[in-house]
Every structure is written in C-alpha cells, then in structure tokens.
C-alpha cells in the first residue's frame, strides 16, 4: 500500500512546479537542491510515477505532475484554512455567491450544508450567472466570491480544479449518428462560437443548431428529450448520457479551470469561511479531465 503523502512534500512540489527549479524551490522553501531533490525522489516513489521532465534550462511536470499539482493546491490551501476554519464560531452577517450553474446541484448543496451547519446565523445569497456577469458583480461590489470558468493556464484566483468539456448524448437516442447532427448551444455565448462549434468543424462532424438555451436546465432538457447533443462538463454527465469520445468521431471540446475570485472590498470572515466550504466541496467532488 503507498504511503500517505505528507503535507511537506507537496509544498515542495508546488514549490517547484511555480519556479520549474529545483535549486530555485530550495532557495523558496529553506532547502538545498539536495534535500528538494531527495523529497521528490520519496514522493514520486510513493506514487510509482514520474512527476517531471528535466530539459536543458529547468524542468516541467509530466501528464502525472500536472494531475498532481491541481490536487495538491486543493490539499495545501485547505490545510492552510484549517486554523482560521476551527478558529470561527456563530459568525454573523452575509455572503453572497455567483457560481456556475453545473455546479449547483452538487459541489455548491455540499458546501452550503457544511457551512450552514457551522454558520447558522449567516445570510447566503447564490446567484447562477455567466463568467462575464460575475467579474462585472464583483467590481459593482454586488458579490463577495465568485466561482468563475478560465482557460487552462494562469490565473490571479485561487485554482479550485480543472476539467474538460465534452460533447454529450442521450443513451436513449442515436443523435449522434445524425447527418447533420443536431446540437444545442448557449444564447449569444463566445464560448459557443470560439470553442464548441469549432471542436466539431475540427472533427468532420457536420451538424445544425437545433436548441438554443440560456441555462444548462435548458440544455439538459434538449439532452434527455433526444432533441440535440449538448456540450458540458465531463464530471457533470447526468445518469442515462454519455460522452461522446474519440471512437464515436468526437474529441474533447477544451479544458478550463474553475477559479474562486474574492471581493477585495468585501474581504469579511463570512466570506472567508464559505470560500473555505466551496474549497473543500470542491476537493471532494470526482473530477474526470
């Protein structure tokens, strides 16, 4: 059986992973190149993988490296917040929340039920918005945190996880089979247009637009009655659909980062312990990329 992996290596490990350095993540932690390395030689044996690639002028993370970094961010931040979690009892006032919709019925119920436990006397207010209406939310002061979709790369919030968007069908229905398939897409959404619908182009698979939607309920309905293929988040997959894959001529559409942005106006300890909640809700929820 492997080893538990101890909260020391994998703030080693992120030390390396943001300075691709092992002698640069000594110098960041306190340690000598010889001591980083020896940790990582215990962490990568732990998990029999290899977690990076040398090359001329540093290293980068493998397949497996970068699988591991997001799950150790997630462990870290919560062992971090762990203090100041136990450390708060009957904390008054309120907290207001954007958050995508995939995440509502799941992730964001698992954090409001922990948090409401512990936090009885606080106010929530949730609004479902898109990823543009949530930034502009935040800067009108109208949110105190926001759980927001970005592209695969950096981000000045704190990385909550990162997942892949696929193409979805009913195991009802055949769509998919359909000459033109027919697809549903979001009103008026960019997202749409840069990424879904490219993502078929790139395959060969000709289609048409048959359902337009401003919500994923909505999507979800075309989905189930059998009236379109939907694009969505691979962990998200509702019971009775599948992902359309590679054999069936389909690739993945993206992959993007969920990031928990905070109000600098409103930085309260509300706040601070829903984003706590959201943090760990996130951390246990099953991720597919």
């Not at 640069?24 to 010889?34: D, K, N, P, V």
């Not at 919030?157 to 892949?164: F, P, R, V």
């Not at 078929?200 to 909505?218: A, E, F, H, K, P």
Request: hydrophobic content about 40%; glycine content about 6%; charged content about 20%.
């Amino acid at each position: 059986m492997r080893d538990s992996l101890q909260s020391e290596l994998l703030r080693t490990f992120l030390a390396i992973a943001d300075r691709q350095s092992f002698t640069l993540a000594g110098e960041q932690i306190g340690r000598t190149q010889s001591s980083v390395s020896a940790q990582m030689r215990k962490l990568e044996q732990s998990l029999e993988v290899d977690l990076f690639v040398r090359k001329p002028y540093g290293i980068a993370l493998t397949k497996e490296g970068q699988a591991l970094e997001a799950h150790a961010r997630r462990v870290i931040s919560m062992l971090d917040a762990t203090p100041a979690v136990l450390s708060r009892s009957s904390l008054k006032g309120s907290v207001r929340i954007g958050i995508q919709e995939e995440y509502g019925s799941e992730i964001l119920m698992t954090a409001l039920t922990e948090f409401t436990k512990s936090q009885p006397r606080v106010d929530v207010l949730v609004r479902c918005l898109l990823a543009s209406d949530k930034l502009a939310a935040l800067e009108a002061d109208e949110l105190d945190l926001a759980v927001i979709f970005e592209p695969d790369g950096t981000t000045n919030g704190q990385l909550l996880t990162k997942e892949a968007t696929v193409w979805v069908t009913s195991m009802a229905h055949s769509l998919h089979l359909s000459d033109p398939v027919p697809v549903a897409t979001y009103v008026n959404a960019k997202w749409s247009r840069d990424f879904a619908l490219p993502s078929l182009q790139r395959c060969g698979v000709n289609y048409r637009i048959s359902y337009i939607s401003d919500t994923l309920g909505g999507l979800l309905t075309a989905l189930h009655s059998g009236l379109a293929i939907v694009p969505m988040s691979r962990s998200v997959v509702p019971i009775g659909c599948r992902e359309l894959t590679k054999s069936d001529g389909y690739a993945e559409i993206d992959t993007w980062q969920a990031v928990l942005h905070r109000n600098p106006l409103t930085q309260s300890t509300a706040a601070e312990a829903m984003a706590d909640a959201l943090t760990i809700a996130f951390s246990k929820h099953t991720w597919r990329i």
